[in-house]
């Protein structure tokens, strides 16, 4: 096995564990009783596909999990820019730190640190964001000819710059830091159109412990509430720090 699937499955992996131990009945919009309860027994019971370079990621009887990164970051061929703007910082930093440790006196700790700011980022982006991919795993779905009766895409927000405000009539405003999707009328409205093809939808922000599942056939009933929504972007650095000592002989 690759490094590359093997660091995918390892993702795919601690997304489903996430949901397994954090999943509760408000966290999702469109079920039943019945059905958070069938919905929590598929979860229990999925696993991995062994074939990991094949649609889909995760299965489980008479059904499937299909899981992708979401960002608020831009994106073009090469990614989101906050993901490829973050590898080259840290390696950039990582490499300044030995080279100053390697010319330091012995037995001289040498502590550096490093930060920039973030990338913009912007809630236009999380709908390009998704509708992108969510397009391309439909594509998947659809050449693979999977006869799953039940049929979940897993959506994984990697950052968090993007908090949600929702005030609801005579009631304080409720904030999230993170993207919520629940209250993305737009883009709900837009996902509606697969409500053949894929029965739900989770996303997920591990860093800000943000979950909601939605039944998609269910979104004209979420759709009529009556709230205000706010997507903020959030300003933010990303930092590193190292401490060493150059022993005699080798560096630590």
Same mark, same amino acid.
């Given at each position: 096995?690759?490094?590359?699937?093997?660091?995918?499955?390892?993702?795919?992996?601690?997304?489903?564990?996430?949901?397994?131990?954090?999943?509760?009945?408000?966290?999702?919009?469109?079920?039943?009783?019945?059905?958070?309860?069938?919905?929590?027994?598929?979860?229990?019971?999925?696993?991995?596909?062994p074939?990991?370079?094949?649609?889909?990621?995760?299965?489980?009887?008479?059904?499937?999990?299909?899981?992708?990164?979401?960002?608020?970051?831009?994106?073009?061929?090469?990614?989101?820019?906050?993901?490829r703007?973050?590898?080259?910082?840290?390696?950039?930093?990582?490499?300044?730190?030995?080279?100053?440790?390697?010319?330091?006196?012995?037995?001289?700790?040498?502590?550096?640190?490093?930060?920039?700011?973030?990338e913009?980022?912007?809630?236009?982006?999380?709908?390009k964001?998704?509708?992108?991919?969510?397009?391309?795993?439909?594509?998947?779905?659809?050449?693979?000819?999977?006869?799953?009766?039940?049929?979940?895409?897993?959506?994984?927000?990697?950052?968090?710059?993007?908090?949600?405000?929702?005030?609801?009539?005579?009631?304080?405003?409720e904030?999230?830091?993170?993207?919520?999707?629940?209250?993305?009328? &737009?883009?709900? *409205?837009? =996902?509606? @159109?697969?409500? /053949? !093809?894929?029965d739900?939808? %989770?996303?997920?922000?591990?860093?800000? $412990?943000?979950?909601?599942v &939605?039944?998609? *056939?269910? =979104?004209? @009933?979420?759709? /009529? !509430?009556?709230?205000?929504? %706010?997507?903020?972007?959030?300003?933010? $650095?990303?930092?590193?720090?190292?401490?060493?000592?150059?022993?005699?002989?080798?560096?630590i």
């Open positions: 096995m690759s490094e590359n699937i093997s660091n995918q499955d390892s993702i795919e992996q601690r997304s489903l564990d996430f949901i397994k131990n954090h999943l509760n009945k408000e966290d999702c919009f469109g079920l039943s009783d019945q059905q958070f309860v069938q919905l929590k027994s598929w979860l229990e019971s999925a696993q991995l596909n074939l990991s370079t094949t649609f889909p990621d995760i299965v489980f009887n008479n059904g499937f999990i299909e899981h992708f990164a979401i960002t608020s970051s831009s994106e073009n061929k090469k990614g989101a820019q906050q993901t703007e973050s590898t080259i910082f840290n390696k950039n930093s990582e490499n300044n730190f030995l080279k100053n440790l390697d010319t330091s006196e012995q037995y001289e700790l040498v502590s550096n640190s490093y930060s920039r700011p973030f913009p980022h912007s809630h236009n982006n999380v709908i964001s998704i509708q992108k991919n969510w397009s391309k795993h439909i594509i998947s779905y659809e050449k693979s000819m999977n006869s799953s009766e039940h049929r979940i895409f897993l959506l994984e927000y990697l950052d968090s710059n993007i908090h949600t405000a929702i005030t609801r009539k005579n009631e304080p405003a904030i999230f830091e993170s993207y919520r999707i629940n209250t993305d009328k &737009i883009l709900l *409205d837009w =996902i509606y @159109k697969y409500k /053949e !093809k894929i739900y939808l %989770i996303l997920i922000n591990p860093v800000s $412990f943000s979950l909601e &939605i039944k998609i *056939d269910s =979104i004209p @009933k979420i759709l /009529e !509430k009556e709230i205000e929504v %706010i997507y903020a972007p959030i300003s933010g $650095f990303e930092s590193h720090g190292y401490h060493g000592v150059k022993l005699p002989g080798k560096d």
